[in-house]
């Protein structure tokens, strides 16, 4: 079954736009948890626009002793600055089950392309040896299409999450199933070496289910902006379930 982990990073930004504590960014994931959810994914930047590095270790606090996941995205390379300590040494404070690796600039208001590994490839190596030997398992954010899938266990990860951002893009245009068969390819190909397969950025509760039929054998999807956006309707808790509910009907 494909484990759904909710991304936590909206909550952030709502709290961050008023100051102050609330809304709580531990209560949010709390809900998300009480909901069935399979884990939580935080997206930390160096310009800490929403989620903050109190707030990872905040969330590692919750999760321990859990049976769901904290996954943990950024970009390797960023410089630490104030504030933000680094994502290597973010992951080393808390040992987050997996650490997603993300190709973003300071610019950058998402993620919106997946890793050149002919030109990042050599240099990502001991960042990712570092990592898994902090016990964390290694996922690189990739594009569909991209040439470098293969390499990805090469250069020593262990999962690729796929980009699903023009997916999505095509589901809201009428015309997705070229788009999906690309990621399912891209799933094959991650397979075929060895890789598990996450995605995730733009999934909702429109596109999830056509997404899991054709793409075979996803691990985990990550689902934070169109989640929490429902949310402000039907509520945490509901949202999550029904998310849930359409991972169980895909997986039938």
């Excluded at 997705?176 to 733009?202: F, I, M, P, T, Y």
């Excluded at 997404?211 to 402000?232: M, P």
């Amino acid at each position: 079954m494909t484990i759904l982990s909710v991304n936590v990073n909206k909550i952030a930004v709502i709290r961050n736009s008023r100051g102050g504590a609330l809304p709580s960014v531990v209560q949010a994931a709390t809900s998300c948890l009480a909901a069935g959810c399979g884990g939580i994914t935080v997206h930390p930047r160096p310009d800490a626009r929403h989620i903050r590095a109190a707030d990872v270790y905040d969330l590692a606090a919750l999760l321990a002793g859990k049976h769901a996941e904290f996954n943990i995205e950024g970009n390797p390379f960023a410089p630490a600055r104030e504030g933000y300590p680094g994502f290597v040494a973010l992951c080393a404070a808390v040992r987050p089950a997996q650490a997603t690796l993300v190709p973003d600039s300071d610019g950058q208001i998402t993620s919106d392309h997946g890793f050149d590994l002919g030109r990042d490839g050599e240099r990502i190596k001991p960042l990712i040896r570092e990592l898994k030997a902090l016990g964390c398992r290694v996922s690189l954010f990739m594009d569909a299409d991209s040439p470098d899938i293969e390499r990805v266990a090469e250069v020593g990860a262990d999962r690729i999450e796929i980009y699903t951002g023009p997916f999505a893009e095509a589901f809201d245009a009428g015309n997705w199933h070229q788009a999906a068969e690309l990621c399912a390819k891209a799933a094959e190909r991650a397979r075929s070496v060895g890789l598990g397969v996450n995605a995730g950025h733009d999934l909702s509760q429109a596109n999830l289910g056509p997404f899991l039929t054709t793409v075979k054998g996803v691990d985990e999807v990550s689902i934070g902006h169109a989640l929490i956006g429902e949310a402000l309707y039907d509520g945490l808790d509901r949202t999550v379930r029904k998310y849930l509910s359409v991972i169980a009907g895909a997986g039938r």
